[in-house]
């Protein structure tokens, strides 16, 4: 069954440095997004992604935070220069607009730690 | 704001037993998910209600959006050992919005 995969499972990183997620959303799926969970509290909406630009973006994702869709495959999320309230699971998320389809399904995660 | 309430935070039960968990929503939604979360793993997609009113299950697993588009309940039937983790509730307003999740039911099961 098509899934979506992330990598790395883990990122550690040392505050104010460049890291970038990445994503391969499920083969036929059109829309992608990006959320993140701080340990021990709910899924958090970051930003919504389709047909090559950014459909909606929450409050969390300031001017550090950027997506792109470099090629056919691949979705990522770069946080520029990291913060320690950074530290969090991040999860993409892909959907197909089929039949009124809300349906999301998401990665396993990216947990990074900014030390 | 909109405020999403599930409840309750966190249950103790015996395997076996039926568990019920749900959410209540000051704005309406057209549409409510409930997804299942084990540690350090993704949200997984349990059940997608389309209707008001609607009942769906999904072998053990009964959710139903209220008629209101306000609520939705998630029902398990006679719980095992692998539904412990988290359930959030997860309503939408537009096809390919986001989703709102809401704080979670974490499921314990005793031995």
């Known amino acids: 069954e098509p899934e979506v995969t992330q990598t790395p499972s883990h990122q550690v990183t040392q505050m104010g440095q460049e890291v970038i997620l990445r994503c391969v959303p499920i083969?036929?799926?059109?829309?992608f997004y990006w959320y993140r969970q701080i340990l021990g509290q709910k899924v958090e909406f970051l930003v919504s992604f389709y047909n090559n630009e950014i459909s909606e973006k929450s409050e969390i994702f300031d001017d550090q935070f950027s997506v792109e869709r470099p090629d056919g495959s691949n979705f990522t999320l770069k946080i520029r220069s990291t913060k320690l309230e950074d530290s969090a699971m991040y999860f993409c998320?892909?959907?197909?607009?089929?039949?009124?389809?809300?349906?999301?399904?998401f990665g396993p995660g990216t947990r990074l730690t900014v030390t | 704001g909109q405020q999403l309430n599930q409840s309750p935070q966190s249950m103790f039960i015996q395997e076996g037993e039926d568990v019920s968990m749900n959410c209540t929503s000051s704005?309406?939604?057209?549409?409510w998910l409930w997804y299942k979360q084990d540690p350090g793993e993704g949200p997984v997609l349990l059940i997608a209600l389309y209707k008001a009113g609607e009942l769906t299950s999904n072998g053990r697993l009964t959710a139903q959006f209220g008629i209101t588009r306000k609520d939705s309940f998630l029902n398990i039937s006679a719980s095992i050992p692998s539904d412990v983790g988290i359930y959030f509730c997860?309503?939408?307003?537009?096809?390919?919005?986001?989703?709102?999740f809401g704080k979670g039911t974490r499921l314990h099961i005793l031995p």
């Open positions: 083969s036929n799926h059109l829309y």
């Open positions: 704005s309406i939604f057209n549409t």
């Open positions: 998320a892909s959907s197909v607009p089929d039949r009124g389809s809300y349906e999301q399904y």
């Open positions: 997860a309503p939408a307003m537009n096809r390919d919005d986001k989703i709102i």
